[in-house]
């Protein structure tokens, strides 16, 4: 069993930056899939970063050059650093692993609004 643990958000005005964590307990391997992603009021839920083995990254066009997608060398906590934030990246922002099936910490909210 993984367990998935988000933390971080909070309010900031445009252009502002946000650190989230998530992290991550139970069986976890270098070779999981990790990524977040986000679900805004009244849409769907959708990929805002990957990070797959290798170092290998994966960036929503919305937020490309804006956030960075990182993983601690204990394989353990997930990361993104989100900078020059926008209104429209206000949503909630979800953990996930994929292992044999794919599990999903409970959320941090982001809201960006001056």
């Known amino acids: 069993q993984v367990q998935l643990v988000e933390s971080g958000g909070g309010s900031v005005q445009p252009g502002g930056s946000l650190r989230l964590s998530c992290a991550a307990s139970?069986?976890?391997?270098?070779?999981?899939?990790m990524a977040w992603y986000r679900q805004a009021p009244g849409k769907q839920r959708e990929l805002v970063a990957a990070l797959r083995p290798n170092r290998v990254t994966h960036y929503a066009d919305s937020v490309q050059g804006r956030f960075t997608i990182s993983r601690a060398s204990n394989f353990r906590t997930l990361y993104l650093q989100m900078n020059n934030l926008k209104p429209e990246d206000t949503a909630v922002y979800y953990c996930?692993?994929?292992?044999?099936?794919?599990?999903w910490g409970q959320g941090t909210q982001v809201t960006v609004s001056s």
């Open positions: 139970g069986t976890i391997f270098s070779a999981n899939v």
């Open positions: 996930n692993l994929q292992s044999g099936r794919s599990y």
